[in-house]
């Protein structure tokens, strides 16, 4: 399945915008255990200056209109969700946070839990969080249903250039942008048959691979979506193309097929949902929303062959790493260059005005439980290269900028990487329900391991 977020439709009225299919979609499949938030955490050096700062975010949401809209009052016999631009922010959305123990740890938590409300404008929270080494760590709570990462990243952005003297600032890089916008086994345990790890083209029919559940550490399963942040050396290129982008992807289906392995699961083939954006990130003009498309990248039986080489030892085997690699390549060009449409017929039906909202609801939460068994196995996310300097004068410039997505049931886990000042800044967020904070770790030193299988040797790359 290929999903695609079209251009807003136009106002149907003075500062009213028709809510557009992904939109209508995620609002009726809220589910207020897993709260549909985007995490952003931007790690400066230096302090910020409360008004300066909240006026500046001001001139921004003046510049990006659609950053500052609410959900308008409906009724469930409406035909149409609406979101209504507004002048004015009804509520400020910037907090600061004084240095203290464990405050930036809860202010992180609450990124997981307590979503900005659809209803207040803007549906975006930023604590400014004080740290002990006199910097500063701006953490965002974004309302996934109003906009994405990306959106609320370029919105920071023009708050920077207005903090630091409203000259417009330029990318960092011309070609900055990504090209996707992208409990212990028992020792007793019998190994599972290698599962299976790539496929020669689209996604098939066939159900895919589920991540193993893990909450042994914990003792049961618990609720809400849990965080595990990694600070890892950039990757490069390979001197056959493989992009950072390619080795996330194999590196995550790496992750979740040894995981799999090791946990005893059966044995399916891996497919990861990858958000792909075209928008032009360094345009003032670039649209605030959720402006991204959802492409699938299966992985299964096309290299059934090298299962073993990839997951039978303790690390996997880089011949068969270069070869998954290579055939990743081509996969995601074609992905990446296919139309598509804003969750296929199902979701132009699904939104269509001709039944009230309320009864698409209904339709719309029982359509997403029936197809759960065929959800990809995992999400990731990559935002790339951060191409604006977000330089905020005094405060300075990011040295780490995290992203992460829900992770809600049945997949559990998102991993979204983003890099900046030749660090990749990788998030794995899990849903309690699956993994606890051990399971996660874990999972991050496979995601580590599978990396590490994707790099050149230096000698390679002479």
């Known amino acids: 399945m290929t999903v695609t ?4 439709p136009a106002p149907a009225a003075p500062g009213r915008v028709p809510f557009p299919t992904v939109d209508e979609v995620s609002l009726h499949c809220t589910d207020p255990v897993e709260p549909e938030t985007v995490h952003i955490e931007l790690h400066f050096p230096g302090r910020f200056e409360p008004e300066r700062l909240r006026t500046a975010l001001a001139e921004a949401a003046r510049r990006h209109p659609r950053f500052q809209q609410r959900k308008a009052a409906s009724r469930w016999w409406h035909r149409r969700y609406q979101w209504q631009v507004t002048p004015e922010a009804d509520v400020d959305p910037v907090t600061f946070l004084p240095a203290g123990p464990g405050v930036l740890e809860a202010a992180r938590q609450r990124t997981m839990t307590d979503c900005p409300p659809l209803d207040a404008a803007p549906p975006v929270r930023i604590e400014a969080v004080e740290t002990g080494d006199g910097g500063t760590v701006l953490m965002t709570t974004v309302n996934h249903t109003a906009m994405d990462g990306p959106s609320c990243l370029r919105v920071l952005a023009t708050a920077a250039e207005v903090y630091a003297g409203g000259a417009p600032q330029a990318a960092a890089s011309a070609g900055g942008t990504s090209p996707a916008r992208t409990g212990p086994k028992a020792a007793t345990a019998p190994p599972a048959p290698p599962p299976p790890v790539a496929d020669a083209g689209r996604p098939g029919p066939a159900r895919p691979a589920r991540i193993a559940g893990d909450t042994a550490s914990s003792g049961s399963p618990g ?21 950072v982008n390619d080795q996330l992807l194999v590196a995550t289906c790496l992750t979740a097929a040894r995981w799999n392995r090791a946990h ?3 044995t ?6 990858m958000p792909v954006d075209n928008r032009a990130r360094e345009s003032a003009e670039m649209l605030i929303g959720n402006g991204t498309r959802l492409t699938e990248v299966g992985f299964g039986a096309g290299e059934r062959a090298d299962a073993e080489a990839l997951t039978g030892g303790e690390a996997p085997d880089r011949a068969a790493v270069e070869r998954l690699l290579r055939a990743t390549m081509a996969r995601t060009q074609t992905l990446k260059s296919e139309p598509s449409h804003p969750l296929g017929l199902y979701g132009v039906l699904l939104t269509a005005p001709v039944l009230p909202v309320g009864v698409r609801g209904v339709l719309a939460r029982a359509l997403r439980s029936a197809a759960a068994p065929l959800m990809s196995t995992t999400l990731l996310s990559n935002i790339g290269r951060i191409v604006y300097p977000l330089d905020f004068g005094a405060a300075g410039r990011p040295t780490a900028v995290w992203f992460s997505a829900p992770a809600r049931m049945p997949r559990g886990l998102a991993i979204t990487a983003a890099s900046t000042a030749g660090r990749l800044h990788l998030a794995v967020r899990y849903s309690r329900a699956l993994l606890d904070h051990a399971a996660a770790v874990r999972i991050g030193e ?11 040797d230096a000698g390679d790359q002479a």
């Open 5 to 8: 977020q079209p251009a807003r």
């Open 223 to 243: 609720t809400g979506n849990g965080l595990l942040l990694l600070d890892l050396p950039a990757p490069r290129r390979t001197s056959y193309g493989a992009t």
């Open 264 to 266: 005893g699961a059966r």
């Open 268 to 273: 399916a083939p891996v497919r990861i949902t």
């Open 446 to 456: 496979l995601m580590q391991q599978g990396l590490a299988a994707c790099a050149e």
